[in-house]
């Protein structure tokens, strides 16, 4: 009886999370960088050793990537950017939790300072599919 009451308590537990999962979408958040050519390489260490590791243990991480410019197809690329840093979480909510942690606060200056301008565009998305 015992492991009765053990498992319903389990699976009641875990309803809240499994019912906020599907009411709520995933976020994308871009981020166009202008990384200085000369920390390029500094730039990339610290993101795939630093804080990639860093934000995939936190709650709602989903992906986090750094994609660099090739070239502009159509229209115009952002002003002076060379990357795109893309992050998604499972909601905007545990995004904020992330930036808010004091892990974060050791990390993303690390990052920042490889950039040669520190005015970059954030776009934030809800991801639909």
């Given at each position: 009886m015992k492991r009765r009451t053990c498992l319903t308590t389990m699976l009641a537990a875990a309803a809240p999370a499994a019912a906020q999962s599907k009411t709520q979408k995933p976020i994308q958040l871009n981020v166009d960088l202008a990384v200085d050519p000369a920390k390029e390489q500094e730039m990339l260490r610290t993101f795939r050793n630093t804080f990639r590791p860093a934000a995939a243990k936190q709650q709602g991480f989903i992906d986090a990537k750094m994609l660099k410019l090739r070239s502009a197809l159509i229209g115009k690329a952002p002003a002076g950017a060379n990357y795109r840093f893309v992050l998604m979480f499972q909601s905007?909510?545990?995004?904020?939790?992330?930036?808010?942690?004091?892990?974060?606060?050791?990390v993303w200056p690390m990052m920042e300072k490889t950039l040669s301008s520190k005015?970059?565009?954030v776009l934030l998305f809800d991801a639909e599919a």
């Open positions: 905007e909510e545990l995004r904020q939790k992330w930036v808010a942690s004091d892990i974060h606060q050791q005015d970059y565009t």
